[in-house]
């Protein structure tokens, strides 16, 4: 039985992302070339691009959205400890690792980290290297190094105020 996939797109200061969602929630964000034409906008994705302007205006840093993930057990226990790195913060596959109990499940980490399809809500940018470098992003270092920036940059900002 396939199951319906709807687009919508949301032109971003870093570039055009591409938002899919089932019936169940968004499924997919990435990074593309060109804006593809689509239909109607269901309102889970209005709502998705209205939650990353937000986002990218500096207004928003938790996103309440219904997920549809796909993947195995292990690549969802991944996913789901990125969820709970705050907004402006890293962690490093290592440290990931070991709050799933297993240090040596690293590459298994960096593998789960790179194969999530709900990027920036599912925030696989926080994730770095133990020696603090940036490592793999889908839509590139300098995206992930921007995202990076931008929140950091909120984060002070908002100290101030």
Known sequence: ???TVCKAYYKSPIGIIEISATPNGICGL???KKEL???KIPDILQTAVNQLD????GNRKEFDLKLDIQGTDFQ?????ELLKIPFGSTKSYLDIAKVLGNTKSLRAVGN???KNKISIIIPCHRVIGSNGNL???AGGLDKKSWLLK???EFIQTKLFD
């Open 112 to 114: 789960a980290n790179g």
């Open 1 to 3: 039985m396939e199951t």
């Open 30 to 32: 990435y990074f593309v």
């Open 37 to 39: 034409p689509h239909g």
């Open 150 to 152: 931008h929140e950091s």
């Open 54 to 57: 937000e986002y990218f205006k």
């Open 76 to 80: 969802k226990l991944v996913w789901n």
């Open 135 to 137: 490592t793999g992003f």
